[in-house]
């Protein structure tokens, strides 16, 4: 599905985020159970996949001698979708300069103590990308990646033109990776009309609209094709690991391009910039998350200000990275599963007499391998107040024990 590391970039599975990017800073294993919190089981919409718009037109259209039809919203709609009209777009200089009108700069700003005051000031901490999506009466609305915002005292939003605004959080999702931010509607001239990403095929062209390295580099476009469609990248987040749906790009994803446009031939946002892989020798694969799995998640967001995920109360911990004397009592042919952490006081977990150290092999029948695959099924088969039937492993032996989902 980050960010406050040397240019600051950290690495996840050899993949990083394509993250905002991070001014550079003046500047035998610890016990289990402490530094296990991170697995928290949180919460889940399912990313379904959403047909929001017309098919994807042929890639080769803007180099036909008949333009394709406008596919950038004025401001004054309020609704995702926009009725087209005919337009003058020849090329793909036009398109692109249509379109870049709508992709915005995004300043985290946090308060920080220097070293020689004692008065906290608010400072700027990274940069990434946004891109304005729609216009609801007098306020507008911005997409961008949860890393880019994520701590943030005060978000800032630059536009092409110059003009910054003070935006508002509107509300996050971690695990998506996806934030939705508000501005005052008079700053945005265009909003970007969302694409069909289910339509992307490998070798269709692209291009990824940001701002690299910071507002010093805003609006950079760089043009490649879909290298591959729904793989499925590793991430760790602040609420947990997570396996990312993703659209593989060779179009050049920087640290700054983060919450960026990817918008196919026709001038249609298909893809929200977000990740890159990071290493030596390693060139050209950017990732960007489908628009149509984004679709539900900021309709959410702006609905209720968050996600609400079916949510246990644990904290959790894969098998293989558990030391050997707490697995004493499990069979050796109990390969897979993953191991109760601890556990949220008042919360389902505890309610239906879950333990800590608890080894949990099956959920609802369905083998359980790890963490990530345990998230998995509950973001995407079940909802707050389903009840959940888990295998488990307690002291030698197998115990079934059933717990109704909470909410968060």
Not at 304 to 330: C, F, H, N, T, W
Not at 370 to 392: F, H, I, P, Q
Request: proline share 3%; aromatic share 6%.
């Amino acid at each position: 599905m980050t960010d406050m590391n040397d240019q600051n970039q950290e690495v996840i599975d050899s993949t990083e985020r394509a993250k905002p990017y991070l001014k550079p800073k003046k500047t035998g294993l610890k016990r289990f159970f402490s530094t296990v919190g991170a697995g928290v089981i949180g919460s889940a919409l399912t990313l379904t996949a959403v047909t929001y718009t017309p098919l994807l037109k042929d890639a080769n259209a803007i180099n036909n001698n008949s333009a394709p039809e406008s596919t950038v919203q004025t401001a004054n709609d309020s609704s995702y979708s926009v009725q087209k009209v005919s337009a003058n777009t020849k090329s793909l200089a036009d398109m692109v300069e249509s379109t870049s009108k709508a992709i915005v700069g995004v300043v985290n700003f946090q308060n920080k103590r220097s070293q020689f005051s004692p008065i906290e000031e608010s400072v700027e901490v990274g940069s990434g990308s946004g891109v304005v999506f729609k216009k609801d009466g007098n306020e507008a609305y911005i997409v961008t990646n949860n890393h880019v915002i994520e701590g943030a005292q005060k978000i800032e939003v630059s536009f092409y033109n110059g003009e910054k605004a003070k935006a508002e959080l509107v509300g996050s999702d971690a695990l998506t990776d996806l934030a939705v931010l508000k501005v005052d509607g008079k700053y945005a001239d265009t909003v970007l009309k969302f694409g069909n990403s289910d339509a992307l095929r490998a070798g269709d062209q692209v291009v990824a609209i940001g701002n690299p390295l910071g507002l010093d580099f805003s609006r950079t476009v760089t043009q490649g094709i879909v290298s591959a469609v729904n793989r499925t990248v590793n991430v760790n987040t602040s609420a947990g690991e997570w396996d990312l749906n993703a659209i593989q790009t060779d179009a050049a994803i920087n640290p700054g391009n983060s919450g960026g446009a990817l918008i196919n031939s026709n001038g249609e946002l298909v893809g929200i910039n977000s990740l890159k892989i990071s290493e030596s020798g390693v060139e050209g694969l950017g990732f960007a998350i489908p628009i149509n799995d984004a679709i539900p998640i900021i309709d959410e967001i702006i609905k209720s200000g968050k996600i609400e995920r079916p949510y246990m109360g644990v904290s959790l911990a894969d098998l293989d990275q558990i030391p050997p004397q707490y697995l004493r009592g499990v069979p050796v042919t109990v390969e897979d599963g993953v191991m109760v952490a601890a556990i949220e006081p008042k919360s389902a977990a505890e309610k239906a007499g879950l333990e800590v150290k608890d080894l949990i092999v099956s959920v609802n029948k369905n083998k359980v391998k790890n963490s990530g695959e345990l998230r998995r099924y509950l973001y995407t088969k079940l909802k707050a107040g389903d009840k959940l039937s888990l295998e488990v492993y307690r002291d030698g032996k197998l115990k079934t024990i059933n717990l109704t989902l909470a909410s968060k």
